[in-house]
């Protein structure tokens, strides 16, 4: 395996520890990112949703519980910003004796992109919520930690995967990114997408992908190319507003006996705007749906919501704020903007504690209008304000429209995250959903089950899972800065009729707000 500080490779149906010690100078927590912890959202990692963050010199350990997950998953810190400087890799291997549903490959090579600072993530953000604008853009995008050769800084560190003529290696895909979506590819060779979000996907053949924040990728590559070097690179995609526009590279390293080139030869990636391209990837993926993997999507629905994703603004005194026309920036969920308590919700619904949170979220936006229309009113710009949460009853099925909008003209692809669960993507489309005629071409059969969702530019994602998963789960975009701004909610699943389907009781210890 190559190398990738804070990786971890267990297999399934494992249940194992992990004590994190916080040695720095700010609060945090850790989240697992894909998996499902069923029964057990204490050791799931949001802070202020599931657990009060572990302040300095303090220590929490954390149970994972693994289940039916399989692939590339990971973890990052869950507190504010941090998580750009802290996160690895989180594979579950196949069950031993078992192989994967692809031929062997020669090797496995994690694939980390990331954002790189130059200032502390920690103060940008607080900076700019204290302000009320956007936060500094980040300074470089990076391949295992390294910016790559297009920038001054890190050309003798590049990362290099070597590989031998002919073979075929598994690149284990994650992006780790604060703030955009991401295309990828590798000069002159094609690739092979056989897995999504710790889930075995049919082979899809490509030249790139678009990868979400949050999302994982299983990705076949095949050394079939003259041996020489050649460019791995990522650039955003990004179709609003301020983004970072530079390209990180690592290099694909034949062995053999050859002179270098001076420049390896650079991938044609799709332009920063190109939502051709990152739809029609995206509308490829299918889970495989056979005997040996299946599928069980919801024919029926017990639970519809169907969930408006803005971008807002809320007023300050004296118009004395960094957003448009002196306001602050904001975002919101059916016109909610969600706040963070001063405890976390699962205490508050354990205990009983009153006044921490609503169960109000609403199941449709307050009003109807043209969601996705240009040059809307500015008496769609404010939302309310409130830790709103909806409640759902244990194993109900549950759909879920995502319909993004174009307030204040900010339409973009928003990465749909939700804790606890992985859900089905049935439909997705342009415009407005229309909920007599869209629902007709829903693919109930093999669509693919994934946690995280890209919700496309001016359209709409509809996704459908079995609420079977007790506990407190946070549901947010993974675009760090989206999320700060309020683009969140919890969803609450209640407990089942037995003690094998409620909560598990809470852990000895729990870290003090």
């Given at each position: 395996m190559e190398n990738f500080q804070g990786q971890l490779y267990i297999g399934t149906e494992e249940r194992f520890n992990v004590n994190v010690r916080n040695e720095g100078k700010y609060n945090v927590t850790i989240h697992w990112h894909g998996v499902k912890q069923p029964r057990n959202p204490w050791s799931d990692g949001p802070n202020y949703v599931t657990q009060c963050p572990i302040k300095p010199g303090a220590n929490f350990t954390y149970e994972i519980i693994l289940s039916d997950e399989e692939g590339t998953l990971w973890w990052h810190a869950h507190s504010d910003w941090s998580r750009a400087t802290v996160h690895g890799p989180l594979i579950i291997l196949p069950e031993q004796g078992k192989g994967y549903p692809f031929p062997q490959p020669q090797n496995e090579v994690p694939i980390v992109l990331a954002?790189?600072?130059?200032?502390?993530?920690?103060?940008?953000?607080?900076t700019a919520l204290q302000n009320g604008g956007e936060p500094n853009q980040s300074d470089a995008f990076t391949i295992n930690g390294q910016p790559g050769d297009l920038y001054d800084c890190s050309t003798?560190?590049?990362?290099?995967?070597?590989?031998?003529?002919?073979?075929?290696?598994?690149?284990?895909?994650?992006?780790?990114?604060?703030n955009e979506e991401m295309f990828f590819m590798v000069a002159n060779h094609s690739l092979t997408v056989v897995g999504t979000d710790g889930a075995y996907i049919k082979p899809i053949n490509t030249s790139y992908i678009m990868i979400t924040p949050g999302q994982t990728m299983d990705v076949l590559i095949t050394a079939d190319q003259s041996p020489s070097y050649y460019y791995m690179a990522s650039r955003a995609y990004?179709?609003?507003?301020?983004?970072?526009n530079t390209t990180t590279t690592a290099i694909v390293q034949?062995?053999?006996?050859?002179?270098?080139?001076?420049?390896?030869?650079?991938?044609?990636?799709?332009?920063?705007?190109?939502?051709?391209?990152?739809?029609?990837?995206?509308?490829?993926?299918?889970?495989?749906?056979?005997?040996?993997?299946?599928?069980?999507?919801p024919q029926t629905v017990d639970t519809h919501m169907y969930i408006t994703i803005s971008m807002n603004t809320?007023?300050?005194v004296n118009n004395s704020c960094d957003g448009p026309d002196g306001s602050r920036l904001a975002s919101s969920l059916n016109n909610i903007?969600?706040?963070?308590?001063?405890?976390?919700?699962?205490?508050?619904?354990y205990k009983g504690i009153n006044g921490v949170y609503d169960t109000d979220f609403p199941n449709e936006p307050p009003y109807y209008f043209n969601f996705t229309g240009d040059d809307l009113p500015d008496t769609l710009l404010t939302p309310e304000r409130g830790t709103k949460v909806k409640v759902l009853d244990y194993n109900s099925n549950v759909e879920i429209v995502f319909q993004g909008t174009n307030v204040m003209n900010a339409a973009e692809n928003h990465p749909m995250h939700l804790h606890g669960y992985s859900f089905y993507v049935v439909g997705n489309g342009t415009g407005n959903f229309d909920n007599s005629t869209d629902p007709t071409r829903y693919n109930l059969v093999d669509p693919p089950e994934v946690n995280t969702v890209g919700v496309p530019k001016n359209g709409w994602v509809a996704i459908r899972f079995r609420a079977d998963n007790p506990g407190v789960w946070f549901m947010h975009c993974h675009l760090e800065r989206h999320a700060s701004w309020g683009m969140d909610t919890v969803l609450i699943v209640k407990n089942g009729t037995t003690s094998s389907t409620s909560m598990l009781e809470p852990p000895s210890y729990l870290n003090p707000c």
């Open positions: 954002s790189w600072f130059k200032g502390d993530v920690m103060e940008i953000i607080e003798e560190g590049t990362f290099k995967m070597v590989v031998d003529y002919g073979k075929t290696y598994l690149l284990r895909i994650i992006n780790a990114i604060m990004a179709v609003v507003g301020a983004y970072d034949y062995n053999g006996n050859y002179t270098p080139p001076s420049t390896p030869p650079l991938p044609n990636l799709p332009n920063y705007t190109d939502t051709d391209a990152a739809a029609n990837f995206t509308v490829r993926l299918r889970s495989l749906a056979n005997e040996d993997y299946p599928v069980d999507v809320l007023p300050c903007s969600f706040v963070e308590p001063s405890i976390d919700v699962l205490q508050a619904y």
